[in-house]
């Protein structure tokens, strides 16, 4: 709930893109990676790599201006495990059950094996490596300052990479907080869902049998904000809601009473963050925003899919399910044919 509870800043923070300068260690709680592996096995999250070498000007620009501003610092510091790691370092470093050294040590500008592997052998300074805690790994070449870093981590740490291309979700979020006046806000945004609380949805279908659609959300993550602003708006994807479904937006820690399936469910915890019964029962074993459960026109759940999705992607699962096209066809050959 802590990490909620951070996350939720992002929505009333403003970013000061000011030339901060804070000389090292500076605001980012970096660790060796050693360090990181160890608490990843007690607590798994994501690793912030930070590929450094000590001739490199943008690293150390990096880490007097975008490591410098406080809320990127206590961003990575909360969601990620920090570490810099120098490319041209000699040391002997014990990482994923494996000895890692230098590929030279007489010469200078010798890079480490680990380097080499961490960044696929495109060594380009600096770079951030992001280490996600089942083994994949994504390596970001270049200077980010902090408007260019901000989506990114978002984009890992919130897990949005499982289900959307970065350019995608980095366009939507830019709209998401953008304000009208902006130039480039070019998404269509005049859509309208009609959204209804989950009993209303059970009672419209017992007299109109349509399938139901929940989208169970977390408010304090950024992805929902981006999703709610340009995916949810998007007329096309508003039509394909409106026409076949009766589309439930439920937000995790709501206090309404739900009767579904023979049972109640209710939210027995008193805090901004406490989970509602009914959105475990989504979710299923594993806990994870937005999570979106497709109910047939009977009332039985029949799909369940997890994270964010663009407003072309969700628009064409909408339609899969909706036109129940996944009774007689592959997805992918759907898939392919609605692109």
């Not at 980012?28 to 607590?43: C, D, G, H, R, S």
């Not at 000590?54 to 150390?60: M, P, S, V």
């Not at 009332?299 to 699962?317: A, C, M």
Request: glycine share 6%.
């Amino acid at each position: 709930m802590k990490k909620l509870a951070t996350l939720f800043l992002v929505l009333s923070i403003s970013l000061k893109i000011s030339a901060q300068v804070i000389e090292e260690p500076g605001l980012v709680k970096w660790y060796t990676i050693e360090q990181a592996e160890e608490l990843n096995k007690k607590q798994p999250r994501p690793m912030y790599i930070d590929m450094y070498t000590d001739w490199c000007g943008w690293c150390t620009h990096m880490m007097k201006t975008t490591f410098a501003n406080q809320y990127i610092a206590n961003y990575i510091n909360t969601n990620f495990y920090p570490v810099r790691f120098d490319a041209e370092g000699k040391d002997t470093v014990f990482f994923q059950g494996k000895k890692w050294v230098s590929q030279d040590t007489s010469r200078k500008e010798s890079k480490h094996e680990l380097a080499v592997y961490l960044m696929d052998g495109r060594m380009s300074f600096p770079t951030i490596v992001y280490l996600m805690p089942d083994g994949s790994k994504t390596a970001i070449p270049g200077y980010k300052n902090v408007k260019e870093q901000e989506p990114l981590l978002y984009y890992f740490a919130e897990e949005v990479h499982k289900t959307a291309e970065y350019t995608d979700f980095e366009k939507n979020f830019v709209m998401s907080f953008a304000t009208d006046t902006m130039p480039g806000r070019i998404v269509q945004t005049s859509g309208k869902v009609n959204w209804l609380t989950m009993n209303e949805a059970l009672e419209a279908q017992k007299k109109n049998p349509k399938k139901i659609y929940v989208d169970v959300f977390g408010s304090m993550y950024v992805k929902t904000r981006v999703m709610d602003s340009t995916t949810y708006t998007n007329p096309k994807v508003a039509e394909t809601l409106n026409t076949y479904f009766y589309p439930v937006h439920f937000n995790a820690a709501s206090q309404e009473k739900v009767s579904f399936g023979g049972k109640e469910f209710v939210n027995r915890g008193t805090g901004p963050f406490s989970l509602h019964e009914f959105a475990a029962f989504v979710m299923g074993k594993q806990i994870a925003f937005s999570s979106m459960l497709f109910i047939d026109e009977t009332g039985k759940p029949f799909n369940k899919i997890d994270g964010y999705f663009s407003p072309q992607r969700l628009n064409t699962i909408l339609k899969f399910f909706g036109t129940d096209a996944y009774k007689t066809k592959p997805w992918d050959e759907f898939a392919k044919e609605n692109q």
